[in-house]
């Protein structure tokens, strides 16, 4: 038995307001770091790890000064997962394993704090994002090794040679967590970007998409669209644009196939992290 919950770990502001994230009225955006924790016999798994306490006190040394003007990370404390994880009436050590789709310095800031845990992650990724390759300016700049270079302990999977799951390959089960929870490698934003998914007690799964897409109308079948200030972002970000385009085809198609069986949902988009906050609490 599983307990699913929903975490923002990072609310940033980019100028822009409905330009960039589709809704906002005023100059600003609003975009969050969803986050998962999620309760299992294996003790607490964290997905994603959004913003992370050193984030916060020390944003000059731990971020790049290009990606804070244009994300203007609110870094708050409180929405720390090191916060959240407590206030759940948890402790840090409780969390024995992180799962991350990438080492982007927004998903995996949080890494250090929770130094028992045991980081699930692409093999490829963790190469890329140890030599900061993949784009030279911006690999540069989104991979921070100094967020993660105290872990030690590591899990680390081939992209490729695992089972299907609803026509994905290279699904691999993760070393010491139960079977409903599988990587399922999505590469495009980042040679080794990576999806989670998460089986529920009902048999239905959840399909943390992570950044293969950006705005909820993305996989919106035929009437997809996304604002064009979240299109050029993604553009900006992505290492392999046919690799990316391809695997969001993919998610978009599991959303009209699978719909009834799967709930996607991706890292960034208010709108869907508010819905799954209020059928977590229903």
């Not at 986050?35 to 916060?56: F, K, M, R, S, W």
């Not at 994300?71 to 024995?96: H, K, M, S, Y």
């Not at 799964?205 to 109308?217: E, I, P, Q, T, V």
Request: charge should be neutral; include cysteine.
């Amino acid at each position: 038995m599983i307990r699913i919950h929903h975490l923002n770990c990072g609310t940033c502001c980019p100028i822009g307001g409905r330009l960039f994230d589709g809704y906002s009225r005023g100059l600003s955006a609003h975009l969050v770091c969803h986050c998962l924790l999620i309760e299992t016999d294996a003790g607490l798994v964290l997905i994603d790890t959004g913003y992370g306490a050193q984030d916060v006190s020390r944003p000059r040394e731990r971020l790049s000064n290009f990606f804070r003007a244009l994300n203007r990370p609110q870094l708050r404390p409180d929405e720390t997962a090191l916060a959240q994880v407590r206030r759940l009436g948890f402790e840090p050590a409780d969390v024995r394993h992180i799962v991350v789709t990438h080492l982007d310095f927004d998903h995996a800031s949080g890494i250090e704090d929770f130094p028992n845990a045991r980081i699930h992650v692409t093999a490829r990724e963790k190469e890329v994002a140890d030599q900061r390759r993949g784009g030279a300016f911006v690999s540069r700049k989104r991979y921070r090794p100094q967020q993660w270079d105290e872990a030690m302990n590591w899990s680390l999977y081939p992209l490729g040679g695992g089972e299907r799951w609803f026509g994905f390959d290279a699904v691999r089960d993760l070393e010491g967590l139960p079977p409903e929870i599988l990587l399922v490698p999505l590469a495009g934003h980042t040679w080794g970007h990576a999806g989670i998914a998460i089986r529920e007690d009902d048999g239905r799964w959840l399909f943390y998409a992570g950044d293969a897409y950006f705005h909820h109308a993305e996989i919106d079948g035929e009437n997809r669209t996304c604002p064009p200030g979240l299109r050029g972002y993604q553009r900006l970000m992505q290492v392999d644009a046919h690799a990316r385009m391809a695997n969001q085809r993919r998610v978009r198609a599991l959303s009209s196939d699978h719909g009834d069986r799967v709930r996607i949902f991706c890292a960034h988009d208010l709108t869907e992290f508010e819905a799954l906050t209020r059928h977590s609490i229903t």
